[in-house]
């Protein structure tokens, strides 16, 4: 199976940034709809933003929407989110996930490779 890095995530205080990042050691994420997802403890799965492979399109959870920017990076190979104003709610642990050849704005979760996983943590 694919393998996914994530990278980038720690201990924040609330109104903070961190800066996430995802990428793939053995190949190109050209071809991959790539998705962060998060979950905190006790908690369902979320989507929480999504980068297109062909066009660029990006899909954001209301949640984050106005806070987190997702960005690819071709020559890095990585698809980073940025996020700012963190919230005590925003902890959980961020996947990344990757979908080759994906038609849509987000990786179908059953089809995507995955990361292992970086926790955020958002705490005075």
């Known amino acids: 199976q694919r393998q996914l890095v994530e990278s980038g995530g720690g201990l924040v205080q609330p109104g903070g940034s961190l800066r996430l990042s995802c990428t793939a050691p053995?190949?190109?994420?050209?071809?991959?709809?790539v998705g962060w997802f998060r979950q905190a403890p006790g908690k369902e799965r979320e989507g929480v933003s999504c980068i297109s492979r062909r066009d660029g399109n990006t899909y954001y959870a209301d949640s984050v929407k106005g806070r987190f920017t997702i960005s690819r990076d071709n020559a890095s190979n990585t698809v980073d989110l940025q996020m700012n104003s963190l919230r005590p709610e925003d902890a959980a642990g961020y996947y990344c996930?990757?979908?080759?050849?994906?038609?849509?704005?987000?990786?179908?979760?059953?089809?995507?490779?995955w990361g292992q996983g970086t926790q955020v943590t958002v705490s005075s």
């Open positions: 053995r190949f190109s994420l050209d071809y991959y709809t």
């Open positions: 996930a990757a979908e080759f050849l994906g038609r849509n704005t987000c990786p179908q979760e059953s089809a995507a490779s």
